[in-house]
């Protein structure tokens, strides 16, 4: 297969610096669509791949899942797109599209294991897959996005993987007008959970340990803001949930949450990967008929309903936009939390 060559950034071995480099893309094939990459946001995953913190990092690492451009070419068989137009590609660039999952649009689940936009098995050029921190990307049809061309670009490209990862549990137990949603947790994902349940109509309010967030989570759309370390506090809104999105990346005591949902209440973990620690009490659970869940991103349907719900409603991720040559900064800011969402990398800066 013929191939063409794009400046990216990416890391050599775990312990180094992000650095330019060259990587290999394919020509478009008759199903594929080329996008150049104006914007691409920069996600806890990034670092953790980078770092191999997850293990099972191949390098060169070069990551990226949040891309936001504009069609440069496309395939002979290509019916929905045109070149010019603006596309977007999340964590997804393929499943095995067959089996239950993936026949009902829910790719993320394909059970016999999704590509991932990067580090995952590219089945074209061998080897493994590189990700949005790069002039171009090459993806199959089926996996690119429409993009509503009345938003802020910057600021749609975290829609991609922490506006998905939000609305899709959102989305799944049906929250609406009449809904009580809480968020725990006011970083990436928990500022777009915030601003996605209010504009479905929900009644929003945030669980933070930092009383300092409460007048920045107003401002996102959260109606109330609850301070989980004030015992006080917690009472006052005991089975009062129908819905929580849990978006703490860390082990942390979920039990005290749980209490505050109502009968038939959810609670979903879509930040932390691993054991519970304290152990789950399974108490109030069986007298309240109450669910701790999981979610993950969510299928190109679904993240195609999300861009074309915030398009309607103008919703948006709040970023800082950085260039390429800072991603190491970015990283270790990103670490300290000191950052207020997102950060998005203007890719532009990759051709200088």
């Known amino acids: 297969m013929s191939t063409f060559t794009v400046k990216a950034y990416g890391a050599e071995s775990t312990t180094a610096d992000l650095k330019e480099m060259n990587i290999e893309r394919r020509e478009v094939t008759s199903k594929d669509i080329e996008i150049e990459i104006l914007y691409c946001g920069v996600c806890h995953s990034d670092l953790h791949t980078a770092r191999n913190d997850w ?4 390098y060169p690492a070069v990551p990226g899942h949040e891309i936001v451009g504009r069609i440069t070419k496309v395939g002979s068989e290509i019916t929905k797109f045109k070149v010019g137009d603006l596309a977007a590609v999340g964590c997804l660039v393929d499943s095995c599209r067959t089996c239950d999952s993936c026949k009902q649009d829910l790719e993320q689940y394909c059970l016999n294991g999704f590509t991932g936009t990067y580090n995952g098995q590219d089945k074209h050029l061998g080897g493994h897959t590189f990700g949005g921190y790069s002039q171009k990307v090459v993806v199959d049809e089926h996996f690119v996005l429409k993009v509503p061309e009345n938003l802020d670009l910057a600021a749609v490209a975290p829609l991609l993987c922490a506006g998905i990862t939000t609305w899709s549990p959102l989305k799944h137990w049906n929250v609406g007008p009449d809904s009580k949603v809480a968020v725990v947790g006011l970083g990436g994902l928990g500022h777009m959970a915030i601003k996605l349940a209010k504009g479905l109509g929900a009644e929003v309010t945030l669980f933070s340990r930092t009383p300092g967030k409460s007048e920045d989570a107003k401002q996102l759309g959260a109606d109330h803001v609850v301070i989980s370390t004030d015992e006080e506090q917690m009472k006052s809104v005991n089975g009062k949930f129908d819905v929580i999105i849990d978006t703490v990346p860390y082990v942390h005591d979920i039990n005290p949450y749980v209490s505050t949902l109502n009968i ?23 007298l309240g008929r109450k669910s701790v869940a ?6 190109i349907a679904e993240t ?28 270790e800011r990103m670490l300290k939390s000191d950052v207020r969402y997102r950060f998005v990398i203007d890719m532009q800066s990759l051709n200088n």
Do not use: R, W
Not at 55 to 58: C, M
Not at 294 to 299: A, D, M, N
Not at 312 to 329: G, L, P
């Open 304 to 331: 195609q309903e999300l861009l074309d719900f915030c398009g309607a409603h103008q919703i948006v991720s709040e970023v800082e936009v950085i260039k390429m040559q800072d991603i190491n900064k970015a990283y």
């Open 294 to 299: 999981g979610s993950v991103i969510g299928g």
């Open 55 to 58: 293990g099972g990092t191949l």
């Open 264 to 286: 038939s209440g959810t609670l979903v973990l879509v930040g932390y990967l691993g054991g519970l620690e304290p152990i789950l009490n399974t108490v109030p659970m069986i």
